[in-house]
């Protein structure tokens, strides 16, 4: 089986290339190491079944061969890198998406489209489940990370209803684990960067605002479930994943602070423009569908990245 992973080279594509690795897949991953770092993809080079192309999919995509698997993952996904690179996010989620359904629909393949919670904006309801439209500012600051993944989305499923692409989309829920960026601006990475060098913990509003936090190989357990899921009409429409363990963002500062045993305090900021309220997934069809629910608990899942984070020696 071959296998072809856009933006194999940042935190989550490179944990998915791992994992297909581990399954026997050949992998092409390809990215221009925009957000992605060719260290989370460093143990791999010199695997036969690995190779990396560095390569912006905006462009025409071609990949020789058969291919049985295109997995979507290239964007930027934390807000410092949309803000920063507003243009360059709605391309990959456009154009991006377009060359990539393109690849699955000449080679036949599968496609996995990595979506994101995002979708749902600023919910008005709790938990989300795929059955909620969302309520989205679709000129606001993060409209161009938002409504890049809501049009892929819509394309994915042209793709499927007019050309009878098999296709898969998972909408992700916060994740963390190792291979986070120590500067992505995600509050994870933020928390613990500030708190292993005994800076403050910058919190933007009150602290109240909630997060569901799913550890990576999770996540990554999830998507490959739903990958190798039998073609069925279940598989239609989008899926989430993520931990649906609701926690305030104050709380996960202060679990930070414990675990690291730092003498750093929290200090307040502004909420950010369309900063979501609350944000915890509904996962019945995850478990109903795919027989897939979160394991690791939030406390294991920050030891294990703060233990990365101590070894960058920040």
Same mark, same amino acid.
């Given at each position: 089986?071959?296998?072809?992973?856009?933006?194999?080279?940042?935190?989550?594509?490179?944990?998915? +290339?791992?994992?297909?690795?581990?399954?026997?897949?050949?992998?092409? +991953?390809?990215?221009?190491?925009?957000?992605?770092?060719?260290?989370?993809?460093?143990?791999?080079?010199?695997?036969?079944?690995?190779?990396?192309?560095?390569?912006?999919?905006?462009?025409?995509?071609?990949?020789?061969?058969?291919?049985?698997?295109?997995?979507?993952?290239?964007?930027?996904?934390?807000?410092?890198?949309?803000?920063?690179?507003?243009?360059?996010?709605?391309?990959?989620?456009? #154009?991006?998406?377009?060359?990539?359904?393109?690849?699955?629909?000449?080679?036949? *393949?599968?496609? #996995?489209?990595?979506?994101?919670?995002?979708?749902?904006?600023?919910?008005?309801?709790?938990?989300?489940?795929?059955?909620?439209?969302?309520?989205?500012?679709?000129?606001?600051?993060?409209?161009?990370?938002?409504? *890049?993944?809501?049009?892929?989305?819509?394309?994915?499923?042209?793709?499927?209803?007019?050309?009878?692409?098999?296709?898969?989309?998972?909408?992700?829920?916060?994740?963390?684990?190792?291979?986070?960026?120590?500067?992505?601006?995600?509050?994870?990475?933020?928390?613990?960067?500030?708190?292993?060098?005994?800076?403050?913990?910058?919190?933007?509003?009150?602290?109240?605002?909630?997060?569901?936090? +799913?550890?990576?190989?999770?996540?990554?357990?999830?998507?490959?479930?739903?990958?190798?899921?039998?073609?069925?009409?279940?598989?239609?429409?989008?899926?989430?994943?993520?931990?649906?363990?609701?926690?305030?963002?104050?709380?996960?500062?202060?679990?930070?602070?414990?675990?690291?045993?730092?003498?750093?305090?929290?200090?307040?900021?502004?909420?950010?423009?369309?900063?979501?309220?609350?944000? +915890?997934?509904?996962?019945?069809?995850?478990?109903?569908?795919?027989?897939?629910?979160?394991?690791?608990?939030?406390?294991?899942?920050?030891?294990?990245?703060?233990?990365?984070?101590?070894?960058?020696?920040?």
């Amino acid at each position: 089986m071959k296998a072809v992973v856009t933006g194999g080279a940042g935190f989550l594509g490179s944990h998915l +290339c791992d994992r297909l690795i581990e399954m026997d897949y050949e992998v092409i +991953c390809l990215d221009n190491l925009l957000t992605g770092n060719t260290a989370n993809i460093a143990h791999l080079i010199g695997n036969s079944r690995f190779k990396f192309i560095n390569y912006n999919v905006v462009d025409y995509l071609f990949v020789d061969g058969v291919v049985d698997a295109v997995l979507h993952f290239a964007s930027p996904a934390s807000p410092v890198d949309y803000l920063e690179m507003p243009i360059q996010t709605l391309k990959v989620g456009s #154009l991006g998406t377009y060359r990539a359904l393109g690849l699955a629909k000449e080679k036949k *393949a599968r496609f #996995l489209l990595a979506s994101t919670s995002e979708v749902y904006g600023d919910p008005l309801v709790n938990p989300q489940s795929e059955s909620y439209w969302g309520n989205a500012n679709p000129i606001g600051p993060r409209s161009v990370y938002d409504e *890049a993944k809501r049009f892929a989305e819509a394309m994915t499923m042209a793709y499927r209803r007019y050309h009878q692409v098999d296709t898969r989309i998972v909408r992700i829920f916060n994740t963390y684990g190792p291979r986070m960026r120590p500067n992505d601006g995600r509050v994870v990475s933020n928390f613990i960067v500030q708190a292993l060098q005994r800076k403050p913990l910058t919190i933007y509003g009150d602290g109240l605002q909630t997060r569901s936090f +799913c550890y990576v190989s999770d996540l990554i357990r999830g998507i490959v479930a739903l990958l190798t899921a039998p073609p069925s009409d279940e598989m239609q429409t989008p899926i989430n994943l993520g931990n649906p363990e609701e926690r305030t963002v104050l709380d996960l500062a202060k679990k930070v602070v414990a675990l690291t045993e730092t003498s750093s305090t929290i200090e307040y900021r502004d909420l950010p423009i369309d900063d979501p309220h609350i944000r +915890c997934p509904d996962i019945t069809r995850a478990k109903n569908i795919l027989g897939w629910r979160p394991d690791v608990s939030i406390d294991q899942g920050l030891e294990r990245t703060i233990e990365y984070f101590r070894k960058l020696q920040l």
